[in-house]
C-alpha cells in the first residue's frame, strides 16, 4: 500500500507559523503533481495548493493565497507547505495527495489525486 507521510502539524497561536512536510515513496513522487487538502470538523475536504513536478506551476485557493507556500525537493521525494499568518479558521486536518503526471500541470480536483497521506492535525488558537 502506497503511504504518503504528513509531519509538521501542531497547535499554534494565530499570526504564527507552521511548516508540514510530506514525504512519499519515489515511484510515486517522480513525475507527480502534488497537493495539500485540509478538512475542517463538520466540512468537505479542500483544496489548499498544488504544485507541478518540475516546480514551476503553482496554484493556490483564495482563502491561503498570500500566506502558504508550497514546495518541492524532488532530490527527496518530499513536498511542503509553509504556513504563515495563520488564523482559527485555518483549523484542520491536512493531507497531502499524489496525482497524475505533471511536468507543469497543477491539479486541483479532489479526484484527480490517486495516493494519500493519513492526515496531520493544524490547530489555531487565539
Known amino acids: 500500500q502506497v503511504q504518503l507521510v504528513e509531519s509538521g502539524g501542531g497547535l499554534v497561536q494565530a499570526g504564527g507559523s507552521l511548516r508540514l512536510s510530506c514525504l512519499a515513496p519515489g515511484r510515486i513522487f517522480s513525475s507527480a503533481a502534488m497537493g495539500w487538502f485540509r478538512q475542517a470538523p463538520g466540512k468537505e475536504r479542500e483544496f489548499v495548493a498544488g504544485?507541478?513536478?518540475?516546480?514551476?506551476?503553482?496554484y493556490y485557493a483564495d482563502s491561503v493565497k498570500g500566506r502558504f507556500t508550497i514546495s518541492r525537493d524532488n532530490a527527496k521525494n518530499t513536498v511542503y507547505l509553509q504556513l504563515n499568518s495563520l488564523k482559527l479558521e485555518d483549523t484542520a486536518v491536512y493531507y497531502c495527495?499524489?496525482?497524475?503526471?505533471?511536468?507543469?500541470?497543477?491539479?486541483?480536483?479532489?479526484?484527480?489525486?490517486?495516493?494519500w497521506g493519513q492526515g496531520t492535525q493544524v490547530a489555531v488558537s487565539i
Open positions: 504544485i507541478s513536478w518540475s516546480g514551476s506551476s503553482r
Open positions: 495527495a499524489a496525482g497524475p503526471a505533471g511536468y507543469n500541470t497543477v491539479y486541483y480536483d479532489t479526484e484527480r489525486y490517486n495516493y
